[in-house]
């Protein structure tokens, strides 16, 4: 699952880094996917530490997938995101964050089912309700670019520290607590890692790892697929608790999609549950996996179901032995 960068007229900053011994103070890197195509199915998020002093006066990218989505800044400076929506066509999530005072900020663009979003030191500068367009076919991700697209004029000026790709739309609500310690590359559903201590090398961990997952076909009291991601190996042992009970063993998932070195390293699993009552709910799925456990966690709301009703039929054309018309009315389902 190794994809490390290639870089092109990189220097490094080894002695104001934000986390680990260096970070990223010049020229750019473009990451290569070895071996293998993975696919962001259910969403993304791009973020990274960055500094600088010099405001931009065109559009510059951090962080990003050519042609795909990105995380820079437009032409004053303010931190923006663009990502591709259904139909093919791009949403630009614009901010007024400036962020070229010399100190270091956590950045993050992100887009999912939801919509895409802008965070600036953990706290929602823009977003768009415009939804992330999953198409394996037409994202398939094999090749980002970090510190600009393949340099050029979209060359980012400033510094860059712990830049991260993530497989699915990370954060939610108005604010968040921005991370204090460098990444291990074995959080939950980490795509790929770059702590640029001196060189370009993925910070990916070896632990497998599952993307939260996603409740498909939601009905209050009925049954719904839970679907997700997996990488670094093959879903074992899985598990889900709702709402804090006690875990229960899930149906043997099915696993369609995998790929990579022996069709094991990832791919979707879905397994079919009795969705809960109405209401908001939280969904723990765990795995031992091949290397280690690993749970995520998503959240999802449940509306209770309307029962179909027909109104009292009226007979018209009434001719004994003869067509006669029945009628009536039906709400909340065609009868």
Known sequence: MSSPLTLTGSTFDTAGSKFGSAALSGGYGVMGYSGVQAFLIYG???????????????????????????LGCDA???????????????VVVGSTSSIWDGAWHHIVGQ??????????????AGSNAAPYFASVAANPVAVRDLGGSAGGAYTWPGEIDE???????????????????????????????????????DGLGTAAALVPPVVVGL?????????????????????????????????????TGQGGAGATQFGIYSFVITTPSAGTHTLLVSSSGTYSSTTSTTNFTTTA?????????????????????ISSSF????P
């Open 219 to 255: 009905s209050a009291g009925g049954s719904s697929t839970i679907e997700g991601q997996f990488f670094k190996g093959l879903p074992a042992g899985l598990t889900y608790s709702l709402d804090g009970a006690t875990a229960t063993t899930a149906p043997t998932p099915v696993i």
């Open 163 to 201: 830049a991260a790709l993530f497989a699915f739309a990370k954060y939610y609500g108005a604010s968040f607590a921005v991370p204090t310690v460098a990444y291990t590359g074995n959080e939950s559903g980490v795509f790929s890692l770059y702590h640029l201590d001196g060189d370009g090398s």
């Open 76 to 90: 004053s400076g303010n931190v923006q995101f663009s990502y591709t929506t259904t139909g093919g066509s791009t």
């Open 331 to 334: 709400t909340n389902g065609a």
């Open 44 to 70: 993304m998020t791009f973020e990274c530490w960055t500094k600088g002093t010099v405001v931009p006066t065109s559009q510059k990218f951090a962080i990003g997938c050519s042609g795909f989505a990105g």
């Open 305 to 325: 179901s309307v029962a179909a009703t027909l109104s009292a039929p009226a007979i018209s054309g009434l001719v004994a032995g003869a067509t006669s018309t």
């Open 111 to 124: 887009a999912g089912p939801g919509g895409g979003s802008v965070y600036v030191n953990g706290v929602l």
